[in-house]
């Protein structure tokens, strides 16, 4: 009998809406603490360790991440064979044809695992007119985070701090948005 009734609280505390809410806060609490632990790193004051961190250009030379300190930076970590990131070609063109000349760095890093031969030749059939780099050795993607998936997108202000990320597909009016507040504070 003493069985029965255990199983029966139990059954009654799962079925109870109060209990559930309950539940339900606490796990959010303990995914939104360890969200903000998580966050506190890339969020410093000081920005991310960009310096010493080499990528390259299209033609294979040495570009240092860091290089894009001191103007608000869009930067997409993306691949060829990504139909996310192709997908978001167009959109990252049009925000470096309306930001570009108000001083924001419109980047996309190719992942490491991306032939140079196969970028040059998506560069050139879809007219993209942003900086392309590739992250020739993966510690471009370390640091920032390390990076995994893409399309991964960053808005860095002029420290090379985090403003926004976004992995898959964004929104081009968030974006946007949080690009006008950095001109607008700078």
């Given amino acids: 009998m003493t069985r029965r009734n255990d199983i029966s609280r139990r059954a009654d505390a799962a079925a109870d809406p109060q209990h559930d809410t309950s539940r339900r806060r606490l796990l959010l609490g303990g995914a939104g603490a360890l969200l903000t632990l998580g966050l506190g790193g ?111 997108t960053f808005i860095l202000d002029a420290q090379a701090r985090i403003e926004f990320q976004k992995i898959g597909v964004f929104d081009v009016d968030r974006v946007e948005r949080t690009l006008d507040q950095l001109l607008e504070s700078a």
Avoid at 85 to 93: L, Y
């Fill in 42 to 152: 890339c969020l410093s004051d000081s920005g991310l360790a960009l310096e010493g961190v080499t990528v390259q250009d299209r033609d294979g030379n040495p570009v240092d991440l860091a290089s894009i300190k001191g103007k608000p930076t869009l930067i997409t970590f993306w691949a060829t064979t990504c139909p996310g990131c192709v997908k978001e070609i167009p959109h990252i063109q049009e925000l470096h044809d309306k930001y570009a000349d108000r001083g924001v760095n419109v980047v996309g890093l190719a992942m490491s695992y991306d032939p140079l031969d196969q970028i040059n030749t998506m560069v050139e059939e879809r007219d993209m007119t942003y900086t392309i780099w590739q992250d020739k050795d993966g510690r471009g993607a370390e640091a920032f985070g390390p990076v995994r998936v893409t399309p991964t």
